[in-house]
């Protein structure tokens, strides 16, 4: 009976990582019912999904979040949170506007 070769530390790690961020994301997006203007609180849902592999909602909470607080253009833009979807064109979009407004 052959044996299976352990799977490497990350795996494991990034696998609960994604939960945990699903997790965060479901009570969060619990929270933007009740304060659907919350800019803060939209911005840390996207992050939040952006890590649970929920790359539609995390880019639409971004947009929401930056629509109510422009510097939060600036702070997407090198956010590790954000990463996963960071090649989007949406993304891209949205954070190139930083150096078009004022």
């Known amino acids: 009976m ?3 070769p352990p799977l490497p530390p990350f795996t494991l790690g990034t696998a609960r990582q994604k939960v945990l961020a699903a997790e965060a994301a479901d009570r969060g997006r619990a929270l ?6 919350a800019s803060q609180l939209l911005y840390n849902v996207a ?3 952006s890590r649970a592999g929920r790359a539609d909602d995390a880019v639409e909470h971004l947009r929401r979040a930056i629509d109510g607080m422009e510097y939060l253009r600036a702070l ?3 956010d590790d949170d954000l990463a996963p979807i960071r090649s989007r064109p949406e993304f891209r979009q949205l ?4 150096e078009q407004k004022p």
């Open 2 to 4: 052959s044996q299976r």
């Open 32 to 37: 933007i019912d009740e304060n659907p203007e």
């Open 47 to 49: 992050c939040c999904e």
């Open 76 to 78: 997407a833009a090198g």
């Open 95 to 98: 954070v190139a506007n930083a």
